[in-house]
């Protein structure tokens, strides 16, 4: 159990479109959902914290405009990332946890590459 | 100063070998972490504790509250097990935030 799924596993995309990652826990409802990002040869860096039903908290440095993130269900968890630029080319990754301070569960990740 | 620093940085072992993962913090915690991320960048939740001692199979993971640190250890190891280990912690009263530290890359030679 505690399976956590994201689509799609890889995306290439034009600099100035907006690219939607899926985050789903197949088999659990999630009360928390994380979004992380990791470039080459470094450690996943948190983006965001996203709760259903209310707004996500961003960590500081991250734009919330940039980087929109919607919890509609206690199964699904998205991030849109608007206009984006090769800068934003990194592995994404999510995680959900089915209550407060339990393990989480960590998606296959998304790797996004802007041209 | 990291609040999670992780070593060896980099480890090769021959196959068969017992290894040994070292993770210090310097924060107080909830429960720390043990995650297995394989090439393809897909990441494992290998152990979650808050104290003693954890076993799977072949992988051992120990905590040490007083000293602010936690061991990873890998039984006869096989080059399967080639992979970065990430030790991340929930830091205390930060609803299940994680700090990661920045990962042993192992290397299992056959």
């Known amino acids: 159990g505690a399976v956590v799924s994201q689509h799609p596993s890889r995306v290439i995309c034009k600099s100035g479109t907006s690219v939607k990652i899926e985050c789903r826990s197949l088999d659990f409802q999630a009360t928390t959902m994380f979004w992380y990002r990791q470039f080459p040869k470094q450690s996943l860096m948190l983006m965001a914290t996203s709760n259903e039903g209310s707004k996500a908290t961003y960590e500081q440095g991250v734009e919330k405009d940039k980087f929109l993130i919607n919890h509609a269900s206690l199964t699904l968890s998205t991030l849109t990332v608007t206009s984006a630029h090769p800068e934003d080319s990194s592995f994404y990754i999510c995680?959900?946890?089915?209550?407060?301070?339990?393990?989480?569960?960590f998606g296959p990740g998304t790797r996004l590459l802007v041209l | 100063k990291n609040e999670v620093e992780q070593s060896p940085q980099n480890l090769t072992a021959q196959e068969g070998e017992f290894i040994t993962i070292n993770c210090s913090y310097s924060v107080g915690i909830s429960a720390l972490h043990w995650l297995q991320q394989h090439p393809g960048g897909g990441i494992v939740s290998l152990f979650m504790?808050?104290?003693g001692k954890k076993k799977h199979g072949r992988l051992i993971a120990t905590i040490n509250i007083q000293e602010k640190h936690s061991s990873l250890h890998i039984t006869a190891s096989h080059p399967r097990d080639s992979a970065v280990y990430i030790c991340a912690v929930g830091v205390a009263g930060a609803n299940s935030k994680l700090t990661f530290g920045k990962g042993i890359t192992l290397s299992v030679r056959p």
């Open positions: 995680s959900a946890t089915r209550v407060p301070g339990g393990s989480q569960y």
């Open positions: 504790l808050s104290s």
